[in-house]
């Protein structure tokens, strides 16, 4: 690896995180400022940030949304009054550098293959699992970007037309299911039903509070509706692993964003349900199933990798 300190920042939609890296990816110093809105704003927290951790020799910023291969952000649904934001021209413009911008999940799939769970992996997946669902592509050795640079959106495939609105406008989108929030809104509707009396309970009583933390909770305490729940989201995470397998035949997925911290509630339901999903199971290996190591850090990893993996 190169010797350079390198600057990631990771634009989330409460927070921006900054990293700078030493020459083998290790975390040199960080600091992170809330996520304001509108552009403008974002862009002077952004050099606030870089100020905070110079000095550094090159700059990489992931952005949860469209990001073109020139550094735009086309649309951000987790972030305010974001349209064409020109990421990359104008932090640029700031700093007299010139700033590498990508998706969010597309950089925390950079920061797992050169750091993390899937080091030395030529085909893996990244999903990552938070208040929507990202996803990071890495095929033949080659972080795959598509066409316009959007690859990887895989949360709004849709798996139910007829399902629940999704931010992005359209219904049914994967996100709406197997994310966190989608956790919580499985769970509110079966605490509409009559169910998960220990999760409202948890709650203060308040179904509409009821949230996947929660569920979570009562399911490590043994309360059967909250692990038939747990078990219910489950399926629909391996609904779309299983759909990704089809499409692209990865050797690995690697899991992450806040659902990782509770790996060992997840991982056996979810292998259970893709085993009985995966087309001709018997006749091919199965992708390895595994989660992320670099926790909240792996988006700003990545966006300092940026340089190097493009």
């Known amino acids: 690896m190169t010797t350079a300190q390198r600057l990631g920042i ?3 939609g409460t927070k921006c995180l900054g990293v700078v890296l030493d020459g083998a990816g290790e975390v040199l110093r960080e600091h992170r400022l809330p996520t304001p809105k509108g552009p403008a704003a ?3 927290t952004l050099v606030e940030v870089a100020e905070a951790l110079a000095p550094f020799d090159t700059v990489g910023i992931g952005v949860p949304g469209l990001v073109t291969r020139h550094g735009v952000l086309r649309a951000a649904p987790n972030l305010v009054d974001i349209n064409n934001f020109e990421v990359s021209a104008l932090l640029g413009s700031r700093l007299g550098l010139t700033v590498e911008v990508d998706n969010d999940a597309t950089c925390a799939a950079a920061a797992e293959w050169k ?3 899937a080091r030395g992996a030529d085909d893996f997946v990244m999903v990552t699992l938070g208040t929507g669902i990202g996803g ?5 050795g080659v972080l795959i970007r598509g066409a316009n640079g959007f690859t990887g959106e895989i949360g709004h495939m849709i798996v139910d037309p007829g399902g629940p609105p999704c931010p992005c406008g359209r219904r049914g989108c994967w996100e709406r299911y197997a994310s966190g929030s989608g956790l919580g809104r499985l769970a509110r509707e079966a605490a509409d039903a009559g169910r998960l009396r220990r999760v409202v ?7 509409e509070g009821v949230r ?7 399911a490590r305490e043994g309360d059967v509706d909250a692990l038939e729940l747990v078990d219910e989201f489950c399926r629909w995470v391996a609904l779309g692993l299983v759909n990704l397998t089809n499409l692209l035949d990865p050797a690995l997925f690697v899991l992450g964003g806040g659902l ?9 339901p979810i292998q ?3 085993g009985r999903m995966l087309y001709a199971p018997e006749l091919r290996p199965s992708p390895t199933l595994a989660f992320a190591r670099l926790g909240q850090h792996a988006g700003a990893v990545g966006a300092a990798l940026l340089p190097e993996v493009h």
Do not use: C, T
């Open 260 to 268: 990782a911290a509770s790996a060992d509630l997840y991982l056996g």
């Open 42 to 44: 974002i862009i002077d």
């Open 10 to 12: 990771d634009v989330g």
């Open 136 to 140: 990071g592509i890495v095929a033949g």
């Open 272 to 274: 259970r349900w893709f």
């Open 115 to 117: 750091v993390g769970a």
């Open 212 to 218: 996947g933390e929660a569920v979570q909770v009562a």
């Open 201 to 207: 309970e948890l709650a203060g009583g308040d179904v």
